[in-house]
């Protein structure tokens, strides 16, 4: 499959990948491997999930959600060679912040890492009197530093774009409440400068009755396509045994990402193998991050499982966005 046409970005021939196997027709298939990270890889780790993974000086780079054993939600950072061995600082990042009120790290979690420009921008769901969207920077994955966060409480799942649209600086957010959130859109915000956010669009809210029936997230960094921004995203639907947590996909307006050219009913990946249905909370697959090599198409989708330890997933760039057309909304 050669998919050269459609993915905007550079080759990463050394992405981690399997064939999809024989037996399987799914768009989305899961490593042999999984989960590629156990709940114990550092000494002092309860958890390790909802993670996000770039290309970096030739290998790969991480920021992972590592709760420790007093149950603090604490961000790593991470290296690796070939995209599923890692080795995770055993300390948590300590942010460089010019402004004590800013910098004073209360927890951070679920985060994710993009390339714009020169340099690596993280982004997660930081605690500022709740939960809100924190931003900083690196250049080496060892020194980090902490902008403002980008919105008032409360907020998560905030998602950049790896280039500016219409000359700003863009993202997705999903705001919520202090609590597990029984509710959420996701919207689009724009910045001249990473510090200043205004311009809210509304991009989608939760549909139908099924799988994304209580509230939508953005997932991985969106991945530039001719069909679109490729988004993939989680879905909760409420059951009777609490929160499910699938993930799908959307195609969104190049120039006007707010404005959504399809998005999938179905889901792509459900909570089906063990370590995803049972863990710290059971039932989750949360994608945070997908490595995407533009000369194939491949994709490697990273995702939290059972909010315990992290999984991956493949797929095709161009078969996700077929799918994504022939099984859209309305
Ligand atoms: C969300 C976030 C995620 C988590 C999910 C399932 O609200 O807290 O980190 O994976 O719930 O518990």
């Given at each position: 499959?050669?998919?050269t ?9 050394n992405i981690p990948?399997?064939?999809?196997p024989d037996d399987?027709?799914?768009?989305v ?5 999984n989960?590629?990270?156990?709940r114990?890889?550092?000494?002092r780790?309860?958890s390790i999930?909802?993670s996000?993974?770039?290309?970096f000086?030739g290998?790969f780079?991480?920021i ?7 149950r603090?939600?604490?961000l790593?950072?991470g290296?690796s060679?070939?995209?599923i061995?890692?080795?995770i600082d ?9 402004d004590d009120e800013?910098g004073?790290f ?8 993009c390339w714009i420009?020169?340099r690596y ?5 930081n605690?500022?009197?709740g ?14 530093h902490?902008l403002e ?9 905030g ?5 500016k ?6 993202m ?11 509710f959420?859109?996701i ?13 809210h ?6 549909y139908?009755?099924g799988?994304?029936s209580t509230?939508?997230g953005?997932g991985?960094?969106p991945?530039e ?5 490729l ?6 639907l409420?059951s009777c045994?609490?929160?499910?947590y699938?993930?799908s ?6 120039d006007?990402?707010?404005n959504?050219i ?11 193998r063990?370590?995803e249905?049972a863990?710290d909370v059971p039932?989750?697959?949360f ?7 533009a000369?194939?198409g491949?994709l490697?989708i990273y995702y939290?499982?059972a909010?315990?330890?992290?999984g991956l997933?493949?797929?095709h ?7 994504v057309?022939d099984?859209?909304?309305?």
């Amino acid at each position: 499959m050669n998919d050269t046409s459609l993915v905007k970005g550079n080759a990463l021939p050394n992405i981690p990948w399997q064939d999809r196997p024989d037996d399987c027709s799914d768009v989305v298939w899961r490593s042999e491997d999984n989960p590629i990270i156990p709940r114990d890889l550092i000494p002092r780790s309860n958890s390790i999930f909802n993670s996000a993974v770039v290309p970096f000086e030739g290998a790969f780079a991480g920021i992972f959600r590592c709760d420790d054993k007093a149950r603090y939600m604490r961000l790593h950072s991470g290296l690796s060679a070939d995209g599923i061995h890692w080795t995770i600082d055993p300390d948590p990042i300590q942010f460089v912040c010019d402004d004590d009120e800013i910098g004073a790290f209360d927890y951070g979690y679920d985060p994710r890492v993009c390339w714009i420009e020169d340099r690596y921008y993280v982004t997660w769901c930081n605690g500022y009197h709740g939960p809100t969207i924190g931003v900083a920077y690196t250049n080496d994955f060892a020194t980090f530093h902490q902008l403002e966060n980008a919105f008032l409480p409360y907020n998560r799942n905030g998602v950049l774009f790896p280039r500016k649209i219409g000359g700003r600086y863009a993202m997705l957010s999903r705001p919520s409440d202090t609590g597990h959130t029984a509710f959420g859109d996701i919207f689009y915000s724009e910045s001249p400068d990473l510090c200043f956010w205004g311009r809210h669009r509304h991009v989608m809210a939760p549909y139908g009755p099924g799988w994304q029936s209580t509230k939508v997230g953005a997932g991985p960094t969106p991945i530039e396509t001719t069909e679109g921004w490729l988004l993939i995203y989680h879905g909760v639907l409420t059951s009777c045994n609490g929160f499910v947590y699938s993930m799908s996909a959307a195609l969104l307006d190049l120039d006007q990402p707010w404005n959504v050219i399809a998005r999938a009913e179905p889901y792509l990946l459900s909570p089906q193998r063990l370590y995803e249905c049972a863990g710290d909370v059971p039932n989750v697959v949360f994608p945070c991050a997908a490595l995407c090599d533009a000369a194939t198409g491949r994709l490697a989708i990273y995702y939290g499982a059972a909010d315990t330890v992290t999984g991956l997933a493949f797929a095709h760039a161009q078969e996700v966005v077929d799918w994504v057309k022939d099984n859209a909304i309305g």
